[in-house]
Each structure stands twice: as C-alpha cells, then as structure tokens.
C-alpha cells in the first residue's frame, strides 16, 4: 500500500470538516472542492484507509458524533443534524452498526457498548 502525501488526508479532512453539517454534502463535492476526479479521490481514500470515500464520510461524521455525546448536553436529535444525518433514526441505525450500540446506549454508558 503507498502512503498518500499528508497534505492530501488533511485537505480531505478540512474539507469534510468545513462540511459535515450539510447533510447534502456529496462526494462529487467534495471531488470538486478537492479538484481531483471522483476515480482517483476514490482510489486514494480506499488505498489509504481501507474505506469508500462514503464510509470515510461517515465515519468522520461518527466520529464528531461522538464527541459531541461525550462533550456536550445536545440531544440525540441536535447532535445527529449536526453531524450531517438527515433524520435521527438514520443516525442512530449507523452508530448502532458501527459502534454495537444506539446513541442513547453509549451516552448513558459514558461511551462503552
């Protein structure tokens, strides 16, 4: 596996950053903001992480979700408009999945599933 240039992974995570509460953010957009093809920002994304350019997506926006559970008096709902899910039950069905529990779970739990 070839190593991306660190400038590439951080664009891309500056540019994911700038975006994660547009729930309409694409992958085109996110091609576009990144000037480089959709084939090769796919190509690069799986080379270094192993992820789909949507999963990385995702998984960055899990991620801030979170952060937010772990840091802040947001309700599921808010958190899940914040991190870019289009409706709280689509949240909690992909935290559930990547994280073995629901939001609600994991906050009452302080963060273990």
């Not at 093809?37 to 690069?44: F, G, Q």
């Given at each position: 596996m070839v190593a991306?240039?660190?400038r590439f992974l951080e664009k891309l995570d500056t540019i994911i950053d700038e975006n994660?509460?547009?729930?309409?953010?694409?992958?085109?957009?996110?091609?576009s903001q990144m000037n480089v093809?959709?084939?090769?920002?796919?190509?690069?994304i799986k080379e270094q992480t192993g992820l789909t350019p949507s999963?990385?997506?995702?998984?960055?926006r899990l991620q801030r979700a979170i952060y937010l559970l772990?840091?802040?008096?947001?309700?599921?709902?808010q958190i899940a408009y914040k991190v870019g899910f289009s409706t709280q039950a689509y949240f909690t069905r992909?935290?559930?999945n990547e994280m073995g529990c629901p939001p609600t779970q994991y906050r009452k739990e302080i963060g273990v599933c």
């Open positions: 991306l240039p660190p994660l509460s547009n729930e309409d953010f694409s992958i085109e957009a996110l091609c093809s959709y084939h090769s920002v796919y190509r690069k999963r990385y997506v995702c998984a960055k772990d840091n802040s008096e947001f309700s599921i709902q992909c935290f559930a």
